[in-house]
């Protein structure tokens, strides 16, 4: 099911001390900012700050059909914790918990 893990998402409390964090941390400038997501990309990875998440880090796992490969997680004990939903550009995205409480999200590219 998956292709790689190319995006780990951070929960934050307050955005801008986070940016200034990861800005340092990363060194590089975020290549998408908004009150709502900010992402920055090291190498072929994104790091994204999440003010309005309360769970996480989520590292997200790039899929070919990503409802599809939600139905097989839901069938091996997954809890559906977001439906796929869409964020925007056609990226489609979608989390789930395992067994122990743990959240993954699945992502699917829209030129995919």
Known sequence: ??????LIVYPVKDIE?????Y??????EPYVEGPYYVGYRVGDQEVGLDPN??????????????KSSL???VKVGA???QDVKEVGGGLLIAK??????NVVGLRQQSNE
């Open 96 to 101: 789930v918990k395992d067994i122990d409480g």
């Open 23 to 28: 800005g340092k941390f990363l060194d590089v």
């Open 79 to 81: 809890e559906v914790v």
């Open 1 to 6: 099911m998956a292709q790689n893990i190319k």
């Open 71 to 73: 139905q097989t997680m």
């Open 17 to 21: 001390k986070a940016k200034a964090f």
């Open 53 to 66: 998440s309360k769970i996480g880090p989520i590292a997200y796992t790039d899929v070919k059909d990503i």
